[in-house]
């Protein structure tokens, strides 16, 4: 990456706002210490020593977007319960907008609780229901996010989707549709059950196992003839304008028009894996609404995907340290 380029693309961050619409949860922490096993069952105690609450899906890609110098606005919906004023106090603590959050009292706020000791995760708890909202909260979704998109100014729109019910193909579509006369840039972290209603999007950024999934093809991420086929397949039946897929330990497979790219992974000490996903996409939307192409959006992304999976839990991008890193290996 050149030094100018980096230095110029995150003096733009700041210009910048960012629609958010996704699924929001609690990311819940109890740490702790295992000195022993149960004698109720085979299972170890663990005595807790800290609790934390963090936001956690669209809302983790809110703070990665305001770490990194721009300004976020979430569309997300929430219950009507004890967990959703947490949400809210957490959102507050961040100086974050609620202006697209709704609640609905037909629904529980979504929380997943880890247990964790010695840097390790010991056990998930998931407090969700990821049925479809009613139509009405649909309608009414989609009211707000017109409403943004007409008085704002918005410079990129990031679909989070974890299955959890917010997104459906209507919504997808009639923001698309709106976004593309608008001439604003649309990009997608999916999940499996919308994979194939995100038409005509900007940038398409699947994991390899929900790319295998959605397309119900084997991908064999060693292979760039393999993975070239499944992207070509992939833009075929969306109409996608870029594609890039993460590939764990063997980094990311970005196509920009004609051009592919195998981009490495950096080598890390990994400690936890949870919300780079969502790191990755915050960085490249960022990356592409200041102008940048999709290659050097998927290199400074991949860059700060590996950064936080060295942190235990859901925590978003340094965006000081991130720009020192880049510079650094420029």
Known sequence: MNPQLINQVFESFTSLNALVIGDVMIDSYLFGNVDRISPE??????????????????????????????????CCVVGQDHNATVFHSLMSAHDLSTVGVHKDASRPTTVKTRVISNNQQMLRIDEEDASNLNENVVNEMIKKIHHLLDTMK????????????????????????????????????PKKRN???????SLFKPNLKELREGLNIHVDPSDMDSLQTGIDLLRTQLGCKDALVTLSEYGMFVTQGHLHEIVPAHIRNIADVSGAGDTVISVASLAIAAGMDTIFATKLANLAGGMVCEKVGVVPIDGNLLKSEALRLA
């Open 41 to 74: 069952a085979p299972v170890p105690v663990v005595s807790v020593t800290e609790k934390d609450h963090r936001l956690g899906g669209a809302a983790n890609v809110a703070l990665n977007i305001k770490a990194l110098g721009a300004n976020p606005i979430l």
């Open 154 to 189: 918005i410079d990129v729109i990031i679909f989070e989707d974890y299955d959890k019910g917010l997104i459906s193909s209507k919504l997808i579509e009639s923001v698309v549709v709106k976004a593309n006369t608008l001439n604003i840039p649309t990009t997608v972290d």
């Open 195 to 201: 994979f194939l209603d995100y038409k005509n999007v």
